[in-house]
């Protein structure tokens, strides 16, 4: 399918205007939005396109706000001998403007036997960090990488330096055939690079071995050069569940950061020596860990149905926003959600202690999917994601499909109120926000 569109066709239509919006993108399928002050309406819509097939899954600001990174997939021109599913990925560079900042970018990575970005980074100096797997084997510039061999996915953690060159490109040991991603990815103020993906049976990460018969967890921090310098396995997940971390946040501003895991328990897990216990069929599990990778604190959330977490980020001021996915009934803090239909939305704000602050629901008759969730400086909340029911409900307000599914994006207050929504007139999803 080609997802490029005609950019008239990604007008976000307001639906409330009861509070002025700061400076708002919104990262969609093969496009990123801008919302301007005082407007609930896209201001420019810029396309991703390379061959006709793009796929964007993160974005970030540079430290200075002047520039957005996106990274994401997209389907190679012609099919690599050997490939089954080729595809290569990408990172695009822009102003705040949308306008292309650096004549090297977009520029394609990987070799195109099947290479997939699903979350990047910027440190301070500039430094670009993305993770996710790769097959038989990758190539970043001059940095090549191989594969474990056999058919299996294995992973890469990849690092460009401020002039879009590669600095390194670094995997993991494991047996030929093996499935082994990278998930999430962070950096802290030291330039210490966190890392979180999932594998199957035997990995070797540095000089740090672990085994699961199962699907697991790992959990590693770099140096600034490649290194290892610490890796951590937890979780023993049956094949073919959802159970797994999906995302992390690293503290800024701080010499000694604290590290946030968001992840999903449908069984009863030993995590570093602590018996978590699941109320449902999922629950949705945060882990906070210190730079040394010790456990600090854990926290588990969910009803008896299933209870999903999606993306994790971290606000300016030290607040974890979470956003994900409930069926019928979920229980966030204090607070009691109710779907209106096969699957719904939501977004929470955590504090540093794990303790829910506030959270709200949004969804209709359909399975409604959800993406990021970003704060601004006056603690308002921006939430991402694709409506697939007609109406979709928000707070008081209700929202009308265009097409089979439209990209929404809300707003909240520093107390969780529902503050407006708007979605997008094309067949289109949302997967980031940034504010």
């Given amino acids: 399918m080609n997802h490029l569109l005609s950019v008239h066709k990604f007008d976000f239509q307001p639906i409330s205007n009861k509070t002025s919006m700061k400076r708002i993108f919104t990262l969609l399928f093969s496009f990123f939005i801008f919302f301007s002050a005082n407007a609930q309406r896209g201001q420019w819509a810029l396309p991703?396109?390379?061959?006709?097939?793009?796929?964007?899954?993160?974005?970030?600001?540079?430290?200075?706000?002047?520039?957005?990174?996106?990274?994401g997939s997209g389907a190679v021109p012609s099919v690599p001998s050997g490939s089954s599913n080729p595809y290569y990925f990408y990172i695009g560079k822009y102003d705040t403007s949308g306008n292309i900042t650096d004549t090297v970018m977009p520029k394609k990575l990987g070799v195109g036997y099947d290479d997939e970005a699903y979350s990047m980074a910027i440190d301070k100096d500039s430094n670009i960090y993305f993770t996710g797997y790769f097959a038989q084997a990758i190539q970043i510039d001059k940095q090549k990488l191989k594969g474990n061999g056999g058919s299996g996915a294995d992973y890469y953690l990849a690092k460009l330096g401020p002039n879009d060159s590669a600095k390194w490109i670094v995997g993991l040991k494991t047996s030929a055939g093996n499935n082994v991603t990278g998930m999430a990815v962070d950096v802290d103020d030291s330039g210490y690079v966190y890392v979180t993906g999932a594998y199957g049976g035997k990995i070797t990460i540095g000089t740090y071995t672990f085994s699961s018969a199962n699907r697991a967890t790992f959990f590693a921090k770099y140096d600034s050069t490649g290194k290892v310098i610490w890796a951590k396995s937890f979780g023993n997940y049956t094949p073919g569940t959802l159970n797994a971390v999906v995302d992390l946040a690293v503290e800024k501003?701080?010499?000694?950061p604290a590290i946030y895991l968001a992840g999903s328990l449908?069984?009863?897990?030993?995590i570093y020596g602590n018996a978590i216990n699941t109320k449902g069929s999922d629950d949705i599990l945060l882990l906070k860990f210190d730079a040394s990778g010790n456990l600090l604190k854990y926290a588990t959330y969910g009803d008896k149905y299933s209870d999903l977490p999606k993306r994790l980020n971290i606000s300016a001021s030290g607040k974890l926003l979470l956003t994900g996915y409930f069926m019928q009934t979920t229980i966030l803090g204090s607070t009691i959600l109710k779907s209106r239909g096969s699957q719904d939305g939501f977004v929470a704000v955590v504090d540093t202690a794990l303790k829910m602050k506030w959270a709200n629901g949004f969804g209709g008759s359909d399975y409604d999917l959800v993406g990021m969730a970003a704060m601004d400086n006056f603690d308002n909340v921006f939430v991402t994601g694709e409506m697939r029911s007609s109406p979709t409900y928000f707070g008081t307000d209700t929202l009308t499909l265009h097409d089979y599914s439209n990209a929404f994006l809300s707003k909240y207050d520093s107390a969780g109120k529902y503050l407006g929504a708007a979605n997008s007139t094309g067949y289109r999803m949302a997967s980031s926000v940034l504010s």
């Fill in 266 to 270: 449908s069984s009863k897990q030993t």
């Fill in 48 to 71: 991703i396109d390379f061959n006709g097939s793009e796929s964007v899954y993160d974005m970030s600001f540079s430290r200075d706000g002047k520039n957005i990174f996106v990274i």
């Fill in 253 to 256: 501003n701080t010499a000694s």
